[in-house]
T-cell receptor, first 119, second 115 residues
Framework: NAGVTQTPKFQVLKTGQSMTLQCAQD?????MYWYRQDPGMGLRLIYY???????DKGEVPNGYNVSRLNKREFSLRLESAAPSQTSVYFC???FGRGQGSTKLNTEAFFGQGTRLTVV | KNQVEQSPQSLIILEGKNCTLQ??????????LRWYKQDTGRGPVSLTI?????NTKSNGRYTATLDADTKQSSLHITASQLSDSASYIC??????????????FGAGTRLAVHP
């Protein structure tokens, strides 16, 4: 059981180049997420997919696109990289565990991260 | 505005000592609160999850407390070890319809344990 796998682990791009970050989970989770982590800040949501076939914008979607290829895979694409997109990117998936009358106890699993530098 | 604030930003302690990290949140409606450990260069790993009805939960030397009335949580680390050196992130979850969980992240507390 590999959990959440992200590739690549490191990447350097020139301004204007494009690339796709890959994410796959083998836990049969419905919901998958892409976050970015910048120094001194909490993780910020870029895009999410609540279920296969659906995607929605998070807090900071500008400059990114996503594809939920199937239940396992959720990719993040930078069409024209900018220095402001230099960051560490994390993919996550969430498993819903039990359901009470008011809330759902959930577990979130994160990938190892992709450190992206745009020069 | 939904926010999660952690204190202190950073902390240095000696091996074997105890420490307590704080988390205050202004998130509503509240679903659950989590603490994650993030080692340098790695993704966050879950330590505890608490719903509003739980006021304490332990995971080995880690004990989290939650006061849903005052919207405060703490993470207590007992008998610290060098391997505890990491960032500790408080995350509050909102539940929306359709199965989407919105996670609100704190900026984290960076803990360094020195020998």
């Amino acid at each position: 059981n590999a959990g959440v796998t992200q590739t690549p682990k490191f990447q350097v791009l020139k301004t204007g180049q494009s690339m796709t970050l890959q994410c796959a989970q083998d836990m049969n989770h419905n919901s998958m997420y892409w976050y970015r982590q910048d120094p001194g800040m909490g993780l910020r949501l870029i895009y999410y997919s609540a279920s296969e076939g659906t995607t929605d914008k998070g807090e900071v979607p500008n400059g990114y696109n996503v594809s939920r290829l199937n239940k396992r895979e959720f990719s993040l694409r930078l069409e024209s990289a900018a220095p402001s997109q230099t960051s560490v990117y994390f993919c996550a998936s969430i498993f819903g565990r039990g359901q009470g009358s008011t809330k759902l106890n959930t577990e979130a699993f994160f990938g190892q991260g992709t450190r992206l530098t745009v020069v | 505005k939904n926010q999660v604030e952690q204190s202190p930003q950073s902390l240095i302690i000696l091996e074997g000592k105890n420490c307590t990290l704080q988390c205050n949140y202004t998130v509503s409606p509240f679903s659950n609160l989590r603490w994650y450990k993030q080692d340098t260069g790695r993704g966050p790993v879950s330590l505890t999850i608490m719903t509003f009805s739980e006021n304490t939960k332990s995971n080995g030397r880690y004990t989290a407390t939650l006061d849903a009335d005052t919207k405060q949580s703490s993470l207590h680390i007992t008998a610290s070890q060098l391997s505890d050196s990491a960032s500790y992130i408080c995350v509050v979850s909102l539940m929306f319809s359709g199965g989407y969980n919105k996670l609100i992240f704190g900026a984290g507390t960076r803990l360094a344990v020195h020998p």
